[in-house]
Each structure stands twice: as structure tokens, then as C-alpha cells.
């Protein structure tokens, strides 16, 4: 009987702290500060290359694979976390992010790479930044517990005018826009995240499973590779675009402003067949609006 009573007690003990675990949840606190719930790897070599937080230096990279000759530092803006690197070692981009909100875009005011975190993470236990050979990469730590999955960080890479041999951007629940760059190769994958693809200058493929994909660009320059499960496909291009575009859907509408053969499978087109588009979905929906 006595066993019975401490067995009970210890289950209502267990049920209490499981429902605090689940509140706190629910409320979006940061779980950074209660150390028990993370096993703790102790990082080696500890680099040169600084990192600053708010204009301040905040400590040192650490990370088994970085080459801290390639890290530069400079004061940045309040409220971030950055890493800059030489664009002229770097041919590739890596970046994996799970529930932030990435933005990826080229721009006239820096000649290096720089990625910068809204201060509102511990940047230095969730992430890992740094060179491998002439990739660079982001990407969350998989030492991390699923309850710190959703951060709601802010991710902004900014890049020089330059062509990469490839770009991939990757993320799970979160945000990503992608503006101006130029590369080879350009994937974004997104599992139920909007993706938004501005000015993209390369092979493109996109894929989604419930996110909505947008595709946009001023001047059609490249062929397009688009694949969705239950998120919608919108595509806005030049009314003067050469283009043929290849479209199969299951059970989602096709909608459009050129010239239509075909209802769930089919093909648009208008001009010469300049470029090769390729949309599938199995429900989602199917745009292609001209401007």
C-alpha cells in the first residue's frame, strides 16, 4: 500500500512538471537557460575569429572545422549576432535553418559574405557557421533537443555581386526570401514555409511540400524547376517572356495569363521556347501571371 501511495506521488509530480514544460512551450520561452534539457558536447579549438554583438566583441568562434584566417570582423548594428567571410574563398552557399526566418540576398555595400542572427537566440549553441573548403555553411546543431526546434531567429546573408557555382538555401517551418543572387545552381527547399524568389540567376529548383512557392523576376533568364505536394506554385514574369512551361496537378487549379493547352496536365506558353519551366503539385495550385 505505502509503494502504491510514493508510485502515486511521483506519477503527479511527473504530470505537474510535464504540463510547466508544455505552458512554457505554449508561450514561446526560451529554453536556453535550463541546461538539463541539451547534453552539452564541450566545443574544441577555439578560434581567432571574433563575434560581435551589438557593436561589442561578445567572445570567440568555436568550431572544429572553420579556418579562422577566412573570418573578418567589423561593428555591425544593434541587435545582431555576424559572421563575415571573404567572398573570393567562398564558390558555394550551404545554409540549413529549421524554424527561422531566412533572407538571402545580393548587396552593393559589402565585399564580404556576412551572416547575421537576430540577438534574440543563443547563436553559438544552435548553430554552426563556418568554411568547408570553399563551402560555406549554416546549419542548427543536431545536438540540440527538439523543445529549442522553434526560435523564431531572424537569418540575413548578404552577398557581393558574384556568380557561385551553387546555392542552397533549406528550411523546415520558417520563412525564406531569396533576392538577387546569381549562381550555377540555385536550390530552395521549404517543408511548410513560404518561400518568396526574387531575380534569381541560374539553374533554379524549387521545392515545397505545404509551403506557397513565389517565383518573380523582372527578366527570364534561366530554366525552372518547381515541385509541390499541397502548396500553392506562383510564378509573376515579363509579358515579353520566351517561354514553355511544362504543368501536371492532381487535384489543385491552373491559373494563367499566357496561352493554355491542357487542364491538369498540360503546357503554357508564349513566344519562343527559350526556357524550359517545369511545375508539378499533386493539390496545390498552379500561377502564372504576367506584368
Known sequence: MRGNKINGILWILIAVFLMGVLIRGLSGKDYRNMKFWTWHIPEKNILKGKIYINGKEYGRMKSNSI???NLQTTDY???????????????SLDLNTVS????????????????????????????E????????????KSKVSFI???????????????MFDSIKVESVSGRIDAKNLSARNIEISNVSGRTETENLKGKLRLNTVSGRAVYTTDELKNNLDIES???????????????????????????????????KEGTITNGDRTYDLRLETVSGSIKIFSF
Do not use: M, W
Open 67 to 69: 579556418d579562422s584566417e
Open 77 to 91: 548594428e544593434e541587435g545582431y549576432t555576424t559572421y563575415s567571410f571573404d567572398v573570393d574563398k567562398i564558390h
Open 100 to 127: 527561422s526566418k531566412i533572407q538571402c540576398f545580393t548587396s552593393n555595400k559589402t565585399d564580404k559574405v556576412e551572416i547575421k542572427f537576430s540577438d534574440n537566440i543563443d547563436v553559438k549553441r544552435l548553430y
Open 129 to 140: 557557421v563556418g568554411l568547408k573548403g570553399t563551402t560555406l555553411y549554416l546549419k542548427r
Open 148 to 162: 529549442n526546434i522553434h526560435d523564431a531567429t531572424e537569418v540575413i546573408v548578404s552577398v557581393p555581386e558574384t
Open 229 to 263: 505536394v499541397s502548396g500553392t506554385i506562383e510564378i509573376n514574369i515579363p509579358k515579353n517572356a520566351d517561354f514553355a512551361a511544362d504543368f501536371k496537378t492532381v487535384s489543385g487549379s491552373v491559373t494563367t495569363d499566357f496561352t493554355k493547352t491542357g487542364k
